[in-house]
């Protein structure tokens, strides 16, 4: 009356998938979080290093601020700055992305979260 039984019965299968689903669940909307920061953090990296260079630019041509030549500036150096396709437009000293325009840039003038404040 002994049987050898080499398989799986159906509730260790049902448990076993349902355990990868649940895993799955957790994982998934964690990589998506990971990367939107990462494309964000990227955007904002690619946007000082064209700011920093378009000043220079400016500096070393002894030109005023024009849309246009930004514009020139950009299509001459840069193939993709905001990986999402984000429009990129120079106001007012600052490179900005239609789509990461909300995050701040963290300038300095800002006082650190949970220190003393600057004086």
Same mark, same amino acid.
Request: hydrophobic letters at 40%; aromatic letters at 6%; a negative charge.
């Given at each position: 009356m002994d049987r050898k039984y080499d398989g799986f019965i159906l509730v260790e299968l049902i448990?076993?998938?349902a355990i990868l689903g649940i895993i799955v669940?957790?994982?998934?909307p964690r990589l998506t979080?990971?990367?939107?920061?990462?494309?964000?953090?990227?955007?904002?990296?690619?946007?000082k290093i064209v700011e920093r260079m378009y000043s220079d630019f400016l500096v070393e041509n002894d030109i005023d601020y024009v849309d246009s030549i930004f514009n020139?500036?950009?299509? &001459?150096?840069? &193939?993709?700055?905001?990986?999402?396709d984000g429009e990129?437009?120079?106001e007012d000293g600052k490179v900005k992305c239609s789509v990461h325009e909300?995050?701040? &840039?963290?300038?300095?003038?800002?006082?650190?979260r949970d220190e003393v404040p600057w004086l």
């Open positions: 448990v076993v998938i669940a957790v994982a998934v979080r990971l990367k939107s920061k990462a494309e964000e953090s990227v955007c904002a990296t690619n946007r020139q500036f950009l299509m &001459d150096n840069f &193939d993709e700055i905001c990986p999402v990129i437009r120079y909300v995050e701040s &840039d963290g300038d300095e003038e800002e006082s650190p």
